[in-house]
T-cell receptor, first 115, second 112 residues
Framework: SAVISQKPSRDICQRGTSLTIQCQVD?????MFWYRQQPGQSLTLIAT?????????ESGFVIDKFPISRPNLTFSTLTVSNLSPEDSSIYLC????????????FGPGTRLTVT | GESVGLHLPTLSVQEGDNSIINCAYS??????FIWYKQESGKGPQFIID?????DKRQGQRVTVLLNKTVKHLSLQIAATQPGDSAVYFC???????????FGTGTRLTIIP
């Protein structure tokens, strides 16, 4: 399975600022996904990021708040803009394993706290 | 909307016993199901998956059972160990769709 790293692993940010999270994969992958996991809750898909096209956002998530870049097949960034305390969550990227049709593997997550 | 849910939020099992974690889903178009394990401070870890054309699949100490008639999924962990303590999520995707919908999670605690 792919090895996925995320930076930063955690951060504390002030209200109104932005945080950009990086996701790096050790192999080329077509599909990359960004999820949010609010404290003590399950995972919610934010958007799907394919290389060479704009990200596809799920209901309740908009590009202005969560801009995503996917410059190549091994890297993606998620920015959480205009932070508020409600954005305090764990943000996770995942990739689809090319060797298996739908298996998704997750990075370790970025824990964001907004003060 | 469609949802994937779990019957029990917490489960405590004696070390060495078997555990069963249940999951109900409501989307009749669900075709692919995955179980993930999430330890504290880590991302979800893939455990096992199953497609809708199967009703059982086994891995190392784990078995996933799928009952499409009642839209029910279960994860059985045999001979539990302290390292099995974690939150377990089921997730599903409809046919031809890679977007996963996650259940609410069950916290499994293994009692030494």
């Amino acid at each position: 399975s792919a090895v996925i790293s995320q930076k930063p692993s955690r951060d504390i940010c002030q209200r109104g600022t932005s945080l950009t999270i990086q996701c790096q994969v050790d192999s080329q992958v077509t599909m990359m996904f960004w999820y949010r996991q609010q404290p003590g809750q399950s995972l919610t898909l934010i958007a799907t990021a394919n290389q060479g096209s704009e990200a596809t956002y799920e209901s309740g998530f908009v590009i202005d708040k969560f801009p995503i870049s996917r410059p190549n097949l091994t890297f993606s960034t998620l920015t959480v803009s205009n932070l508020s305390p409600e954005d305090s969550s764990i943000y996770l990227c995942s990739v689809e394993d090319r060797g298996s049709s739908l298996e998704q593997y997750f990075g370790p997550g970025t824990r964001l706290t907004v003060t | 909307g469609e949802s994937v849910g779990l019957h029990l939020p917490t489960l405590s099992v004696q070390e060495g016993d078997n555990s069963i974690i249940n999951c109900a889903y409501s989307n009749s178009a669900s075709d692919y199901f995955i179980w993930y394990k999430q330890e504290s401070g880590k991302g979800p870890q893939f455990i096992i998956d199953i497609r809708s054309n199967m009703d059982k699949r086994q891995g190392q100490r784990v078995t996933v059972l799928l009952n499409k008639t009642v839209k029910h999924l279960s994860l059985q962990i045999a001979a539990t160990q302290p390292g099995d303590s974690a939150v377990y999520f089921c997730a599903e995707a409809p046919f031809g769709n890679e977007k996963l919908t996650f259940g609410t999670g069950t916290r499994l605690t293994i009692i030494p």
